[in-house]
């Protein structure tokens, strides 16, 4: 006696093919975003942080910031101070503060969000600080990324700072 083979129907395979392609096209999309928003460097033992340019002049025109004499005298104004005294430095770094589509620190103060962000505040501030210290820009990158961490590929979360 042989055995008989069961073949699945038609409409079976076909649900199971598409699953597949469905799967797939999730994978490669998810890969791309985050390719496309943590700047990938040439191998994962790199640290990952968030976007930043790399040259002030990739980032002109640099966006308008708000008028820092709007805001009451403290951190908030000194920060908005700091954004349109110092545009190419905070160009090219990055903003840990997590709203998306955020291209660099210097984007954060354009409108009134880094009024309500604290990490923006203290990053533009560290970097005013560093910068009077005769640092460059990729020390003061350094610096903010060792303090506020780095970011997981996989998980999108800090993995070391704060």
């Known amino acids: 006696m042989r055995a008989r ?3 699945p129907a038609f409409g079976e395979s076909r649900f199971v093919i598409g699953l597949s392609a ?8 998810w890969t791309i975003y985050m390719r496309y ?16 340019f ?20 403290g951190e908030i104004q000194e920060a908005y101070s700091i954004a349109r005294e110092m545009p190419d430095v905070l160009a090219r770094q990055p903003s840990y503060c997590r709203r998306p589509a955020m291209p660099s620190l210097l984007h954060c103060f354009k409108n009134l969000e880094a009024t309500n962000c604290e990490i923006c505040v203290e990053e533009a501030r560290l970097a005013g600080q560093l910068i009077h210290q005769g640092k460059s820009a990729p020390e003061i990158r350094a610096a903010i990324v060792q303090r506020y961490g ?13």
């Open 54 to 73: 790399k040259q002030a002049e990739d980032a002109k025109p640099f966006p308008k910031t708000l008028d820092p004499s709007q805001f009451l005298p």
């Open 5 to 7: 083979v069961i073949r």
């Open 22 to 29: 469905t799967t797939l096209f999730l994978f490669f999309a």
């Open 150 to 162: 780095v970011v997981s590929a996989r998980t999108g979360r800090l993995i070391r700072g704060r």
């Open 37 to 52: 928003y943590f700047q990938y460097p040439s191998t994962l033992d790199d640290p990952l942080v968030p976007p930043y």
